[in-house]
Each structure stands twice: as C-alpha cells, then as structure tokens.
C-alpha cells in the first residue's frame, strides 16, 4: 500500500512469460489501465517487433505497455511518470515480478525527450507507446518524440486518441515520415500504430 494509506488497484499481464500475474497500480491517483483486449489488440501489431526490441513509455501510469512488453521479450523497457506516486507503485510492480531491464524514471515527459541520458540515445528505441493523459495532444507529443533523436529507425509508435480524431486526420497531424499503419476505436478511444523512419 503506498504512502498515506491509499488503496491500489490491480492490473493483470495478459501475455508472455508473466501472463496471469497481477500486479498494483495506483488507481487512487486516475491512473486507468487500457483495458486488456485492446492491449492483446496492440501487442498483435507488436508481434513480429516485440522479441528483443527496447520500449518507451512515455506516460507510463499503470505501467501495463512496459509490463506487457517485458513479459513478451523486449529487451530493455523504460517507464516515465511525473508522479511520485505513480512511480513508487510502478517500482513495487517491478519489484513482485523480479523484473530486470526495466527503469522506471520520476520525470515529466517533456524534460525525458530534452535531457533523456546518452545510453537511451545511442541505440535508440524500436517501441514508443504515447498514451498522454490529454489524448487530444497525442500528435503535438508524436512531434516532440520524433524531434527528440529518441527514436531508432525504424521504429514503432503505439497511439492512443480521442475516437472522435478520425485516422485520416491523424494521419496528417504526425510528423512527416511517420506512416499510420493500424487503427481501431474502442468506445471514446483510438487505438493506433505508426511506424517511423
């Protein structure tokens, strides 16, 4: 239980080497994990890229992308999170599934893409997941992450919008050498995949 006495809800991995483990995430602090069929959903556009591969997440919250994608052999996964909070719960996450190759970095999503360390940027990231907490910003973030040298070419890019952002309109908003590949709304959100390079 974190610090003050607030509960955690609980989020279940639904593939891979850790699929039915639970682990806490800090629902006392917003956070809403993307439900789990639109998680199988993305991590079936991921399939053939997920093996080996080094994965962002830029607003982490529950942590379930990084999670997900260790337990199905990504290689290295970094989680950002401006929120404490969030951040002790995310680590208390890794802790229960004795998870290596995993940061979880306390920072805000603008300053990681500007002061991001060297190693990150050597190699680069193959998977981004951009899930921002205004998802009617998802294209000015797609912007700043494709500006930010994070990016390894080519690279995959996981989107969460608004359903009501037509795929055809975000087609237009993301930067110039970004292709959409796959989209799907469920409910009020778009689900989207965008490859970059």
């Known amino acids: 239980m974190p610090a003050g006495g607030t509960r955690s809800g609980r989020l279940r991995i639904i593939g891979g080497r850790w699929r039915g483990r639970k682990i806490p995430f800090a629902a006392f602090a917003g956070v809403r994990p993307t439900p789990d069929r639109v998680r199988e959903t993305v991590f079936n556009w991921l399939q053939g890229w997920i093996e080996g591969s080094r994965c962002l997440d830029l607003f982490a919250g529950s942590g379930a992308f990084g999670f997900e994608a260790l337990s199905r052999g990504a290689a290295a996964v970094v989680l950002?999170?401006?929120?404490?909070?969030?951040?002790?719960v995310l680590q208390k996450s890794a802790e229960l599934l004795g998870a290596e190759h995993l940061e979880v970095v306390w920072c805000d999503a603008a300053d990681y893409l500007q002061r991001a360390p060297a190693p990150a940027r050597e190699r680069g990231f193959d998977i981004a997941f951009l899930d921002p907490p205004y998802r009617d910003r998802v294209s000015h973030w797609a912007r700043r992450l494709a500006g930010s040298g994070l990016l390894a070419r080519p690279a995959?890019?996981?989107?969460?919008?608004?359903s009501r952002l037509e795929a055809?309109?975000?087609?237009?908003e993301l930067p110039p050498d970004w292709e959409l590949l796959?989209?799907?709304?469920?409910?009020?959100?778009?689900?989207?995949?965008?490859r970059a390079g």
């Open 80 to 88: 950002v999170e401006q929120d404490l909070r969030v951040v002790q």
């Open 182 to 194: 796959r989209s799907k709304a469920s409910g009020q959100v778009g689900h989207h995949l965008a």
């Open 168 to 172: 055809e309109r975000l087609a237009t």
């Open 156 to 162: 995959w890019i996981y989107l969460e919008a608004p």
